[in-house]
């Protein structure tokens, strides 16, 4: 039995697994942050733009810091940067970081 080629194989299967998870983990993040950003554009033409405020402590409270004003006023920005555009391929390999990076 050759040791290498099994260990090799292990870890090159695992490092195929982790970018597929990762690739598919990245379409599920942009497709929810695009929805919450078309939401969050819908509630704030019913309540008013300060609902992103209201919201934010609430989601802050209930499923932790990272829901943050900043993070949901991203996402709406990112709803409103694509809402008219089909996207583009490239634009689904790239994470929600580069996003973010973009409005910084």
């Not at 919450?36 to 802050?60: D, P």
């Amino acid at each position: 039995m050759d040791y290498y080629v099994k260990i090799k194989d292990e870890l090159v299967n695992n490092e195929v697994y982790k970018k597929a998870k990762d690739y598919s983990k990245n379409r599920s993040d942009l497709k929810t942050y695009y929805n919450v950003g078309k939401l969050l554009s819908a509630a704030g033409k019913h309540y008013g733009e300060g609902i992103i405020n209201i919201y934010s402590e609430k989601l802050m409270i209930e499923l932790g810091k990272k829901y943050n004003r900043r993070t949901l006023f991203r996402m709406k920005q990112f709803y409103l940067t694509f809402k008219d555009e089909k996207v583009s391929p490239v634009a689904t390999q790239l994470s929600w970081s580069h996003f973010v990076s973009y409005y910084h």
